[in-house]
């Protein structure tokens, strides 16, 4: 292991920019290069990264997947110290789930990378660097990640870690030897709610079981999902009842049944803000009154959002659906008049789950 080449302290940043150490992206990236609202920039890979900001940067670590409680607590550590430091505020997360790479499988994520770096926006964080979490990434010691890196590439000042994170190979980098390495760092304690400690896998749990208000506390905010507005087969509308088939890119969902929520339809520009927000009736499932009409389809599972009150074209569209109340359970109708009738009763029945 090689010994780090320049102590860094709170007053001071490395300026020089070294050769990218980590590998490029690999896969679909989504357009997500470049900046994607009001202060928020993204790099895809380290080798994009441009010199580091004359002030420096605080950096966290993680993938924050759900971008929950305990996560909200470190982002607002974060940004409050780079605000004190003059400095900007930077995450490094990755693109995938590192337990892909160290067990060989990984669990449905709660959000998207897409989500999460709106969520990272939204919290005010300035600069979020992903990375490919690959075996030349996990077999970095943590000193050559944190010079080359944190250090040269980001420009970091000081860290803002989670209580349980550690960095480089075989979790080396504790907070302890960041320290003696002259970084400042800040450990956020771990946030508990009902007497539990906060997690992605606790919260996976509890929405995998259905139990929404379980997991919206530990979140912070509503389960969501957030996905493009696809074409399906228009027979909500032929219904009277249209619908935004979204295209969730893997998001973990609850299971199927019809929820009530609400939808926001986020803005097309740079800025990603919420442009709208309507109520909405949903149904998670394989939609089986009309799987005999579309054979295609069978067995496929769909998340179909009616908008109430709301006519218009949403094609294309980014949007945010909030699950806040169960309905019912799917269930296949004897045809599409007791189906279109029960649809009337989920339409008064979220109406009046969400006044």
Known sequence: MRSPRRRPSCGSHVPRRSRAK???????????????????????????????????????????????????????????????????????????????????????????????????????????????FDDKLRSTP??????????????????????????????????????????????????????????????????????LDGAGAMLGRPVSVLGTVVHGSALGRTLGFPTANLDLHHELHPPAGVYAGRAHLLASDATHDVEETHLAVCNVGTRPTVQDREPGALGELSVEVHLLDYEGDIYGRRLELEFTRHLRSERRFDGLDALKAQIRLDVDAARAALA
């Not at 690999?26 to 470049?34: H, I, P, T, Y």
């Not at 590192?98 to 600069?127: D, I, M, N, Q, Y």
């Not at 960041?178 to 946030?191: A, D, N």
Request: charged residues 25%; hydrophobic residues 40%; without cysteine.
């Open 22 to 132: 980590q590998g490029r992206a690999r896969g679909d990236d989504r357009g997500l290069q470049g900046t994607t609202g009001a202060g928020l920039i993204i790099t895809q890979r380290s080798s994009d990264l441009p010199p580091p900001p004359a002030d420096g940067s605080v950096v966290s670590l993680g993938v924050f997947d759900g971008v929950h409680l305990g996560h909200a607590a470190i982002l607002a550590a974060n940004v409050a110290r780079a605000r004190e430091l003059g400095s900007r505020s930077t995450v490094v997360t990755f693109r995938g789930h590192p337990k892909e790479v160290l067990l060989g499988r990984a669990p449905r994520t709660l959000t998207t990378l897409e989500h999460r770096l709106e969520l990272f926006r939204r919290s005010g964080v300035e600069h979020t660097l992903v990375l490919s």
């Open 142 to 211: 943590a000193t050559d990640f944190v010079t080359d890196l944190l250090m040269e590439q980001l420009g970091a000042r000081a860290l803002v870690l989670g209580f349980d994170s550690k960095i480089g190979r075989n979790q080396e980098g504790t907070p302890e030897l960041l320290r003696q390495m002259g970084f400042p760092v800040e450990v956020v304690e771990k946030v508990v709610v009902a007497q539990r400690a906060v997690s992605s896998t606790a919260i996976r749990e509890a929405v995998g079981l259905g139990d």
